[in-house]
């Protein structure tokens, strides 16, 4: 191995980057959702999971910013797959029934991911990646 391909394999950046261009490759071709890109739909999951969720519970949840949320919800919003209900200064979200039936589709979706990238690294290996990568996160989370 030359010292590029070790700079490069050691390197968690670059290792990281293209793991997450070639995994979003992947996704893009499993999931079908016509505007709404992968990241729309994991906010619906959390939304199914926590209705009337607040939004700043949603902004940690999914680890984005409230700028970043807001334009989420006001594009799912206006496709009617959520709502927003005001409760003194909180906003809290909920799925209407056309989200529900997204969030349906979206689960099928996440199963047919999950066995596409399991055929090619194996599925052992992909759960295990998926909680090392889930549990670094969550470390470099705490410290930044």
Partial sequence: MNEEEQVLIHCLYFTASRFARNITKLTEKTFDFGDLAPSYLYMIMIVKF??????????????????????????????????????????????????????????????????????????????DLSKTLHEASNKLEREL
């Avoid at 939004?55 to 959520?82: G, M, N, W, Y």
């Fill in 50 to 127: 926590h209705p009337e969720i607040t939004q700043k519970e949603l902004c940690h949840k999914l680890s984005i910013a409230p700028s970043t949320s807001t334009r989420f919800i006001d594009k799912l919003e206006k496709f009617k797959l959520v709502t927003r209900k005001m409760d003194g200064k909180q906003t809290l979200i909920s799925l209407t029934e056309e989200g529900e039936k997204v969030y349906l589709q979206f689960r099928v979706s996440l199963k047919e991911l999950f066995n596409s990238y399991s055929e090619i690294l194996g599925r052992e290996f992909s759960k």
